[in-house]
């Protein structure tokens, strides 16, 4: 395959990835297994990833000091979100909290163009607006008699809307001067070390299912998040970060078809309009 299509490979496999993740990924969590679990779960399967990653290169992981901090940042700034996201969903509305930060993209964008030059023609610049309002659409959520109170979910919020956006600016910025597969070693390595903060976060009092339907499952589901995570290093290596972000972010679309198959949860007419527009924003990068 062209190195210009690869990209586009990488960038649809994070899709369908994230896509069927996203639409399993409640399961354990209804069964009685929490996120912040799951979160440590997730750190965990990073780690065969990395090691089938790191054997593709013979484990010459970079790791000169320059490599180790732009490593380093794209793990914490990308793992750190995860946790502000807990916070956020504890202290505010989710109907409120998802649309806000799945526009991170737009930070992505802002500072690939200006810092890294990066360009695209007049169609791609329409797929990625097209895709930005998808992806609002997307993660809306009608509220159902929801209460707003208090400001410390915005602080929270806004900390994963910018900490996901630099992440991806950071991914690309890395890719430079490295190889994917260290980036995503370093990403392990970060989201490891966060399991015991997000053990702390965890409410011990409740009562957690230990059984093959809690961590087991959780998983199983928990490493299409993490080989997703790899493709996208290998995407934003061969693509611009100002393109494959947007696209990789539609990954709801498979979300709310799966969803649709297992739960028979029918989209209302602002996820069908999103669904509709990310369908046309893929073909405008698929140029």
């Known amino acids: 395959m062209k190195e210009k299509r690869r990209w586009l490979l990488f960038a649809v496999l994070v899709t369908l990835f994230w896509g069927v993740w996203g639409a399993l990924i409640e399961i354990p969590e209804k069964g009685g297994f929490p996120a912040t679990l799951g979160f440590s779960v997730w750190a965990l399967t990073m780690i065969p990833c990395a090691l089938v990653a790191m054997k593709r290169v013979n484990f010459a992981l970079d790791r000169s000091r320059k490599q180790v901090l732009y490593g380093m940042l794209v793990g914490l700034t990308g793992a750190g979100g995860q946790l502000a996201l807990f916070q956020a969903l504890r202290e505010g509305p989710a109907f409120i909290i998802f649309p806000l930060i799945s526009l991170y993209p737009i930070i992505t964008i802002i500072l690939s163009s200006l810092l890294l030059r990066e360009r695209t023609s007049l169609r791609g610049w329409i797929g ?3 895709a930005l309002l ?10 159902e008699g929801t209460e707003i109170s208090g400001v410390l979910w915005i602080i929270f919020a806004t900390l994963v809307f910018f900490a996901w956006g630099i992440q991806a600016f950071f991914m690309k910025k890395a890719n430079n001067i490295m190889r994917a597969e260290s980036i995503f070693t370093y990403m392990t390595f970060s989201a490891v070390i966060m399991i015991p903060l997000a053990l702390g976060m965890t409410n011990w009092e409740q009562d957690i299912n230990w059984s093959f339907s809690g961590p087991w499952l959780t998983a199983f589901i928990q490493v299409l998040n993490a080989i997703g995570a790899l493709m ?5 290596r061969y693509g611009k970060s100002i393109i494959v972000v947007p696209m990789t972010s539609l990954a709801p679309v498979i979300t709310i078809i799966l969803s649709l198959i297992i739960y028979a949860v029918f989209p209302g007419p602002v996820m069908f309009a999103g669904m509709v527009l990310a369908v046309i924003a893929i073909y405008l990068f698929a140029e």
């Open 128 to 130: 990625i607006a097209i």
């Open 134 to 143: 998808a992806i609002f659409c997307l993660s809306w959520s009608k509220p």
């Open 232 to 236: 996208l290093v290998y995407a934003i």
